[in-house]
């Protein structure tokens, strides 16, 4: 049986790497397109590259460590994992919107 504040926390943790994922591919994928230069896909014929991919797994990979971050803060901050996350979500909506309308 789970006890009531193990499974917040859990909800707590997979909350924050979720939302820490996305604003981490967004953010990935503006400082890629500022910095790197991608070649026209209609002119490549083959790439062993696929830069999608490659951003959502690193995204992914530190969005799980972030999670687990805030499993083990969260046993003494509940309430205040709470509130961050709170204000993290619209962050990371907010990030991904613009991402999505600069860089698609």
């Given at each position: 049986m789970i006890d009531e504040s193990r499974g917040i926390?859990?909800?707590l943790a997979g909350i924050a790497a979720l939302t820490a994922t996305s604003a981490l591919y967004s953010a990935l994928r503006m400082g890629q397109a500022l910095v790197f230069r991608e070649?026209?896909?209609?002119l490549v014929l083959y790439s062993a590259h696929a830069g999608y991919f490659w951003r959502a797994w690193t995204a992914a990979y530190l969005?799980?460590?972030v999670g687990f971050g805030a499993w083990v803060d969260s046993r003494a901050n509940t309430a205040r994992q709470a509130r961050w996350l709170a204000k993290a979500i619209p962050a990371a909506a907010t990030l991904a919107f613009a991402q999505s309308l600069a860089w698609p």
């Open positions: 926390r859990v909800a070649p026209d896909p209609a969005g799980i460590m």
